[in-house]
């Protein structure tokens, strides 16, 4: 098999393995936390939602500590369009999707305040630690905030009756998964992306963007077919906002990061990206198809315009 051909085939293997392994992790998790006596919306808006951007943890602390700055980033802003674009777009063309105006109100508002933040940040091509910590900070009063107005619950719920050993094997092969997929990833891509004479950030903002996107997806998914549209949406937004202040947080608090000119355009049509879905969440009550439709199709432009 050709070089090339055999990273393709690698690429695709560690997709599979950062799903398997965030699936394995929130199941453990989860079910370990239940048995602590956590409720399940607290397990909801903390252990699922650290779970589904785990790939976008992994891949870019791993990214940053081998200072792949452009990939680091680029996971992230590319898997926040990713997930405003193909991720609700889909969902929304299953069905039509319902909003809470409090959710739209609350947790869109902060996600472009995080999106603004991010572009003045990259606009001079550096993270910093000291805008690193400033993200984690700016998660900490995020969550806080959900705390003190109720959005948390603290009412324990009983544990599933699962074996705690099995729960503990579950949560540490997810891990195991997700690390190594993480180094796969980022290695084959970075070798693709030098034979296939594109940059760096393009492989980051799309394909390794993508691959650490399938939780999500596959998270919105099965809430829309089970008519929790509303988690289709929450799932999406909060996934987002860990994506910039926690994942980028950490990165940055690790190793400062250097990325490419690219990183400015591209965030701007993230925040593009997010002004229109929060315009969109905020006008009406739903999600049309017809508007899922057009998230598809500017999302896949922005891919055109990246690979090109």
Known sequence: MAPLALETVIVLATIGGLWLGARLLVDGASALAARLGVSRLVIGLTVVAFGTSMPEFAVTTEAALAGRGDIAVGNVVGSNVFNLGFVLGITALLGTLDRTRRLVHRDGFVLVLASIALL???????????????????????????????????????????????????????????????????????????????????????????????PELVTALVAARRGQSGLSVGSLLGSDLFNVLGVLGLAGLLQPLAVSSEATWSVVWLLGTVLLVVALLWTGRQLTRLEGAALLVLAGIRWAINLV
């Open 120 to 214: 003045v940040v990259l606009w001079d091509g550096q993270l910093s630690r000291l805008e690193g910590g400033v993200f984690m900070a700016g998660l900490v009063a995020y969550l806080l905030v959900l705390v003190r107005s109720g959005a948390i619950a603290t009412v324990a719920e009983p544990a599933d009756p699962t074996n705690p050993a099995v729960d503990a094997a579950r949560l540490a092969g997810g891990l195991v998964f997700v690390v190594v997929s993480a180094r796969l990833l980022i290695d084959s891509a970075s070798t693709i992306a030098a034979a296939a004479g594109i940059s760096e950030w393009a492989i980051g903002v799309t394909v390794v963007a993508a691959g650490t996107s399938t």
